[in-house]
């Protein structure tokens, strides 16, 4: 724990609360100087007045040693993002897979009207073929 650090950060959250260092003083059941001291760091803080501190400052014990609050939801933990990942994938594959089943049916489906119409040429190649004989006899 850094000393300076939380001097600072403890100064900061009581001035921006609007207190006076006799006010946290009288909060904390110590003198004025007794509370200078520990903003001036003169005095070492003890966990308990640290967190009696944090307490009256309205934050935490975290906040002062570190400078910020720290939040304990910061955002989706590994798992939970490789959960939505992978359920994102499974939906995109399904999706995927959906379309691919309509593309392949068309497929099979020009495919014989390909057959049909390869069928009518030939119907009509003989037709034509039994016309020229017909004409020529």
Same mark, same amino acid.
């Given at each position: 724990?850094?000393?300076n650090?939380?001097?600072?950060?403890?100064?900061? *959250?009581?001035?921006?609360?609007?207190?006076?260092? !006799? %006010?946290? +003083? @009288? /909060?904390?059941?110590?003198?004025?100087?007794?509370?200078?001291?520990?903003?001036?760091?003169?005095?070492?803080?003890?966990?308990?007045?640290?967190?009696?501190?944090?307490?009256i400052?309205?934050?935490?014990?975290d906040?002062?040693?570190?400078?910020?609050?720290?939040?304990?939801?910061?955002?989706?933990? *590994?798992?939970?993002?490789?959960?939505?990942?992978? !359920? %994102?994938? +499974? @939906? /995109?594959?399904?999706?995927?897979q959906?379309?691919?089943?309509?593309?392949?049916?068309?497929?099979?489906?020009?495919?014989?009207?390909?057959e049909l119409l390869?069928?009518?040429?030939?119907?009509?190649?003989?037709?034509?073929?039994?016309?020229?004989?017909?004409?020529?006899s």
């Open positions: 724990m850094d000393n650090s939380v001097k600072k950060n403890i100064a900061v *959250l009581r001035k921006r609360l609007g207190l006076t260092q !006799q %006010e946290m +003083a @009288e /909060k904390l059941g110590i003198s004025r100087n007794a509370y200078r001291r520990i903003e001036s760091g003169e005095t070492a803080l003890v966990n308990d007045c640290l967190l009696r501190i944090a307490s400052l309205d934050s935490t014990a906040e002062l040693v570190l400078g910020y609050a720290p939040r304990e939801n910061d955002g989706p933990t *590994l798992n939970e993002l490789r959960t939505r990942y992978l !359920q %994102e994938s +499974a @939906e /995109k594959e399904r999706m995927y959906e379309k691919i089943n309509v593309l392949e049916e068309t497929v099979r489906s020009h495919e014989k009207r390909i390869e069928d009518l040429v030939k119907t009509k190649e003989e037709i034509i073929s039994m016309l020229k004989k017909e004409q020529q």
